[in-house]
Structure formats: C-alpha cells, structure tokens
C-alpha cells in the first residue's frame, strides 16, 4: 500500500496502480470489481479518494 501511496509524481497514477495489481496477480479482480472505471485516474485533485477505493479492495482481495 505505501508503495502505491508514494507513486512517483512523473507517471501514470493508473498506470502505476494498474501494473502494482498485476505484479500481485489480481487483474482478474480488477476487472470484476471495475476498479478502473467511474474515476478520473488523471486528476491529482481525486488521488485521496482513490487511495481509500484501492485500500479497500486489497484489504478485501488479499
């Protein structure tokens, strides 16, 4: 979690997400909890707010 928490500010906060839930192998999961969609990913101004959503699905998924 603090490793998604402290994304570096030069990347894709959904694409750094995106690959840190691949490397623990759930893309399925993702996909099924529609993760990724509803959410402007781009806009720092909703960071906070999808931290708590990414929170909680890990602490539901692992």
């Given amino acids: 979690m603090d490793d998604i928490r ?12 995106s690959n840190k839930m691949a490397d623990l ?3 399925r999961k993702v996909k099924e909890a529609k ?7 781009s806009n720092l101004a909703n960071r906070e ?6 929170e909680k699905f890990l602490l539901e998924n692992t």
């Fill in 6 to 17: 402290n994304a570096p500010r030069y990347c894709s906060f959904y694409s750094y997400v």
């Fill in 25 to 27: 192998g759930l893309q």
């Fill in 35 to 41: 993760l990724f969609e509803n959410d402007d990913w």
């Fill in 49 to 54: 707010s999808l931290m708590s959503k990414i």
